[in-house]
Structures are given as C-alpha cells and as structure tokens.
C-alpha cells in the first residue's frame, strides 16, 4: 500500500488581492484606508508565500510604525498562500505628501463618514454557515467578557429577523435619539466598562413579531443602524450577523471594510461544512478571519461529567480547512441557555464555571494577542495637521 500522496500547499495571492485586503487597514485619524491614501507603494508576492510591501509614511521617524505593520500583517496573514509578511518602510516626496494633504483636506471639508462607527474601534462580526450554533450566544457573552475587562463594548444586532439580543442582554424599552440621531440602549458595568446595544428588537412592540421583509430591505435597516446611531467611542463593537451569506453579510462587507470575523461551529459536521462557506465569503470580501469558535463542544453536567454530544472535531476541521486558528472551544452547561434568557450572561454571572471561563478566555485572547483595542498616537495626525495648515492659507488667500 502506498503513502498517500499529501496535499499542495496553497499558491500565493495575487497582488490585487494583497491590495484588496490592504483597503482594510484604515488610518483612525483620517478615517480613510492606506491604499486610499496613496501610502502602498509597492507589493510582491513570492512564489514561496513570502509578502514583502513598501509603506510610505509622511516620516521615517513615524510613531505608528509598530500599530501599522501589526494591522497590515494581521490582515494580509489570513490569506491563503501566505507564509510571511514583510514590512518595508519608505518616504513619500514632496509631491505625494501634497497629494495626501489633498486627500486629507477633501476627508475634513467634504466627505462625510459612511458610518457613525469610530475608526480607532475594531468590529468584529459573529458569522455563521446555519442558524442553531449558538451565534447570538457567543456575541452576548464575548461582549460582556470584553466589557467585563474595562472597555467599552458596542453590540450590533444584524440577525434582523431573528434579533434576540436585547432578551440575552437584559435590555428592553424603545430606541430615543435626537437631531436625527438613535441613541443606543447602555449596560453599565461595575467595573467601568459598558455595553452600547442596538437591536431591531427596540423598534418592535412585541419580541414575537415577525419581520417579512426582502432583502434589500434588510440591507437597509443594518446600514441605517451604522449610519444613523450615535455610537459611543467604542474599543470593539461586536456584530450578531444572521447566519449564511446573503445580502446583509455583503453590505456590512462594503460599508465597514475594516471589519474582521469570527466563524462560528459546532462539532457537528454539517455545522461545519456550511461554515466554510461563510469564510469564503469573507476570504471573497476581503475580511480577515480572525478565528474560529467551537460552540456547544461537549456537554458539562452539574457534577462535572463531559459528554461529547454533538460529535467531536469540527471545529478544528474547520479551522484547518480554512487556514484560521481555533480560538475557543465553548461547552454546553445549562446556565448558559438560563443567561441567555435572564438576560444575565454567564460570562458575567459565573465566570468560573466552564463556559463563563471559555468565554472570558476568550476575549482576553482578543485583547492581548489576536485583536488588541487600537491605541492612537501622531502619525498620519502630521499629514493632517499640514493640511489644516494649508487650508488655513487657502482660505486667507480667498
């Protein structure tokens, strides 16, 4: 019997798609992408998967160099093909940095932001190939984690017609705002950090209304909760998507470029083999893959047996299959389901037990190593700053 014969590593990317997943990495300041601004000037792609990319900055001397080359190899990381990413370092001329205070000063004067979302937040969008993985559970308790440890959390519920975030959460009441503008319900928490949660739930008289619309309709209603509520300034905001890849997956694709995603999966099979679709999507819109979330890996009886019943292995099948790490795995204990409908999740209220722990665990991975909260220095601020200047002249001039 002969060895089997093993599997071709993947080729490397295409430029244009190295370049399409660059239009991710946004600056903060100038709420704009690196390749909108004219800061990506070169990039090569080995046959060996090795990435080299040439970064111009306004400096050499620039203080984010360290939070650039992290976003950029993060992003480009997640292709298929690639085995390493270099960062190389460059300073425009003259001329280019006239051509990104131009940019800039259009930013200021003229364009509006597509969304109401902070650049420094990192949103990261809770996907799933099929409905009953648990999806909605991990965004509410990731969320709470994440808060839990300080920062200050937006939670986005784009499940529209199956929204069950403000029930999880403990949160009812309708959405108020004013000049235009939705404020989002807040859950404050002892510790500082907080909750800002948007749902369609807020806007229903009653949680079992049925929502029949189309899906363009549905596109609508998520953009509208990007570009008309008055979020807070956010370190993460965490988006419940309705599972498969439709019409609303693509919009939030479009509109927040700088998005990132976990895929959620059970050990069942199936669960598994529709999840790959989801992170082809992703893979197709351009939106790294942060990792993925075994839900429900075994069950956790009172006394502290494990039973594996939903089968064993599909999360890290999938995350093989896709080339994305296995981030957590999450076991099913009843105080999860009672969380969920208290409206207290057990990452808040039991943070010891199994699942409480797998979730904290969770979002301290985040925060420490996969997704850190953006810190914001002075960059690209002096490109800004020389455009302010030179507006200041135009204007005197006129």
């Given at each position: 019997m002969t060895d089997p014969i093993p599997a071709s590593p993947p080729a490397p990317p295409s430029v244009a798609d190295i370049r399409g997943m660059l239009g991710g990495v946004m600056d903060p300041e100038?709420?704009?992408s690196i390749?909108?601004?004219?800061?990506?000037h070169d990039v090569v792609a080995d046959a060996d998967g090795v990435v080299t990319i040439h970064i111009?900055?306004?400096?050499?001397?620039?203080?984010?160099?360290?939070?650039?080359?992290r976003e950029i190899q993060s992003k480009v990381t997640g292709l298929p093909g690639v085995t390493d990413v270099k960062v190389r370092w460059v300073e425009m001329t003259q001329e280019q940095k006239s051509a990104a205070m131009q940019q800039a000063r259009l930013n200021a004067r003229e364009n509006a932001p597509d969304t109401m979302i902070p650049a420094t937040t990192r949103v990261l969008t809770i996907s799933s190939g099929?409905?009953?993985?648990?999806?909605s559970s991990v965004t509410v308790n990731l969320a709470a984690a994440l808060a839990a440890r300080g920062l200050r959390v937006g939670v986005l519920d784009a499940d529209i017609w199956g929204f069950s975030v403000p029930r999880m959460l403990g949160v009812?009441?309708?959405?108020?705002?004013?000049?235009?503008?939705?404020?989002?319900?807040v859950r404050e928490l002892p510790n500082g950090g907080s909750l800002e949660i948007v749902s369609m739930g807020f806007l229903v008289d009653d949680e079992s209304t049925a929502l029949m619309w189309r899906g363009l309709i549905l596109t609508k209603a998520v953009e509208q909760f990007l570009t008309d509520v008055r979020w807070g300034e956010l370190d993460y905001l965490l988006v419940d998507m309705p599972p498969g890849t439709g019409d609303v997956q693509m919009?939030?694709?479009?509109?927040?470029?700088?998005?990132?995603?976990?895929?959620?999966?059970?050990?069942?099979?199936?669960?598994?083999?529709?999840?790959?679709?989801?992170?082809?999507?992703?893979?197709?819109s351009y939106m790294k893959i942060v990792g993925v979330v075994e839900n429900m890996s075994e069950f956790v009886a009172p006394d502290g047996q494990r039973f594996a019943l939903f089968g064993q292995g599909g999360g890290t099948a999938l995350a093989a299959e896709i080339n994305a790490p296995l981030v957590a795995s999450?076991?099913?204990e009843p105080a999860v389901s009672e969380g969920g409908d208290t409206g207290n999740p057990i990452a808040l209220a039991a943070p010891d037990s199994p699942a409480g722990a797998a979730f904290n665990e969770l979002a301290a991975r985040l925060v420490d190593e996969l997704l850190p909260p953006v810190e914001m220095a002075g960059c690209t601020a002096r490109i800004f700053e020389l455009a302010a200047e030179n507006l200041a002249r135009i204007d005197e001039a006129n």
């Open positions: 100038l709420r704009a390749v909108d601004l004219g800061m990506v111009a900055l306004t400096t050499l001397g620039c203080p984010l160099q360290a939070e650039i080359r099929k409905g009953g993985v648990g999806k009812d009441g309708r959405l108020t705002g004013e000049n235009g503008k939705i404020t989002p319900h919009g939030l694709a479009r509109m927040l470029p700088q998005a990132e995603m976990l895929v959620v999966t059970t050990p069942a099979l199936a669960a598994q083999k529709v999840a790959t679709r989801v992170a082809d999507m992703a893979r197709r999450i076991p099913l």
